[in-house]
């Protein structure tokens, strides 16, 4: 599974989510800003307080790490 | 067998001998450009349509434009994203099928003998005939006891993305020039309380509008002439500690978060010994030519002493360098 910790201004997080989306990656988009729950989820999995975070499977990275992404998910690019 | 150009002696270095042992242990190139924001990504665009052998060593694809929320004054495209625009670049890139390596770190370079220059990297050596370094700028870090330590645990460089993290707590915002207000301006929409460290007696930048509001809004509270000196927390940011830099009066605050916006520094440390840099840590470079002090190295972008650090022109002057190079190389 995958899920996208994201906040809605952070322009990093739009181009993870749309980079996902245009390579036809299914994830959960989680803003958190809306959710006091989800934001302390998001700081319990990556143990930090910074956003994009993406969660692949239980292996999570922070920011958007294009490189990682791609040898993660198998992407061609 | 990395090591087996040393092995020869000097007798041996006749050029044909040197770029053999060169080819066997490392990567050569005629052209290394480090970076890759518009100037270095220019830069390579120009060389690969002159068919110069060309490697880009980057530590981000894009550089700095990835901090811009929009770009207005970059021609053809009136309103675009910064991260929209790297999209750009990278197709562009793409087109001409430029070698990039990215997430690299150059360590050093050195110059050797028959004109070659070794650079080295967390991803190995490389060598090449000319270099264009456009590395460009990168922010200031915040250098105080617990600033590496609570760095992403707290400390954020970056209001636009993590001020929504902080719905009413207490944050700090370092720096109070036009970034760090704005910083300000965006925290006012989530945060409890803002407090503005000011090195300086009074607001400055060329926002008046901005301080006005800043000054009355009643979440923010202003400290001037205070500079930090320590980050306090357990796993994360819990408190900062500031002193005046008049009187020298010691105060700590309670906050959850810190915003760090203290300008930003050439990203020229691997060039100290290699080429001239000015007082501001900028590579001098001929403003005709966008060659440095030392041949076969050039420079372009904001990392040169260029009056201008704008993007349209850092594209620009990653052209002139290449062309430039190009001048050089034929002569090689």
Partial sequence: MIKVYSTPTCTYCVTLKKFLTEKGIKFEAVDVSQNEADLQEMVDKSGQMGVPVIDIDGQVIVGFNRNKIVELLNIKD | ?332
């Fill in chain 2, 1 to 332: 067998m990395a090591n087996k150009k040393n092995t020869l002696t000097s007798k041996h270095f006749n050029k044909n001998v040197f770029y053999i042992c060169v080819l066997k242990n490392k990567m050569l190139y005629d052209l290394i450009i480090i970076g890759a924001g518009p100037a270095g990504l220019s830069a390579a665009i120009y060389a690969v349509r002159k068919k110069i052998k060309t490697l880009v060593l980057t530590d981000s694809f894009g550089g700095q434009i990835v901090d811009a929320p929009m770009v207005e004054n970059y021609l053809g495209l009136p309103e675009i994203s910064g991260l929209d625009l790297i999209e750009k670049f990278r197709a562009h890139a793409k087109k001409f099928a430029l070698e990039i390596k990215e997430n690299c770190e150059i360590q050093k370079i050195s110059p050797m003998s028959n004109d070659l220059f070794e650079i080295e990297t967390d991803l190995g050596s490389f060598s090449a005939k000319a270099i264009i370094v456009t590395s460009g700028k990168k922010y200031r870090e915040l250098d105080v006891p617990g600033a590496k330590e609570f760095d992403g645990k707290g400390i954020s460089y970056c209001a636009t993305c993590d001020a929504p993290l902080f719905k009413n707590k207490n944050v700090a915002v370092i720096g109070a020039g036009d970034a760090g207000q704005d910083a300000v301006w965006q925290l006012t929409q989530y945060a409890a309380k803002i407090y503005l460290l000011n090195k300086y007696p009074d607001l400055r930048g060329a926002n008046i509008q901005m301080q006005e509001k800043l000054k009355s809004n009643e979440k923010v509270e202003i400290y001037n002439n205070y500079e930090p000196i320590e980050v306090k927390g357990d796993k994360f940011v819990k408190a900062l500690v500031f002193k005046h830099n008049g009187h020298g009066e010691i105060k700590e605050i309670a906050v959850n978060g810190i915003f760090v916006e203290i300008g930003s520094v050439p990203a020229s440390k691997f060039l100290a010994d290699i080429v001239k840099l000015n007082e501001k840590g900028e590579v001098v470079i001929d403003q005709k030519t966008n060659e440095t002090s030392r041949p076969g190295i050039f420079a372009a972008g904001d990392i040169t002493d260029i009056a201008h650090k704008q993007m349209i022109i850092a594209a620009g002057e990653g052209a002139k360098a290449a062309l430039t190079a190009w001048e050089y190389l034929k002569n090689k």
